[in-house]
Nanobody, 119 residues
Framework: QVQLVESGGGLVQLGGSLRLSCAAS????????MNWYRQAPGKERDLVAS???????NYADSVKGRFSISRDNPKNTVYLQMDSLKPEDTAVYYC?????????????WGQGTLVTVSS
């Protein structure tokens, strides 16, 4: 059973930085596109950043230039470096893995980690 475990959330002041980590167990990491989503209270879950297994990254417009996604395939870990944080970045951040298992696309989710940015 593949699991995703996030860490690194917490409370930070306006303009501060945090780095989120997501460690994947199992053998799917190297073939998966890894994504970070976030969900603020009362809002939908939105895609923040994604990185393909070859390292191509994409970002939501709201975080471009402030967030950076990276992956370490030997360590089965994806990171989200968040700089210049704003109160509107406050949300639960979820790690997501999407991969093709030979039959269909499969999506896995972590449990989420809370990021709170105070002003």
């Amino acid at each position: 059973q593949v699991q995703l475990v996030e860490s690194g959330g917490g409370l930070v002041q306006l303009g501060g930085s945090l780095r989120l980590s997501c460690a994947a167990s199992g053998s799917i990491f190297s073939i998966a596109t890894m994504n970070w989503y976030r969900q603020a209270p009362g809002k939908e879950r939105d895609l923040v950043a994604s990185i393909t297994n070859s390292g191509t990254a994409n970002y939501a417009d709201s975080v471009k230039g402030r967030f950076s996604i990276s992956r370490d395939n030997p360590k089965n870990t994806v990171y989200l470096q968040m700089d210049s944080l704003k109160p509107e970045d406050t949300a639960v951040y979820y790690c997501n893995a999407r991969f093709y298992n030979g039959v269909r696309y499969v999506e896995l989710w972590g449990q989420g980690t809370l990021v709170t940015v105070s002003s």
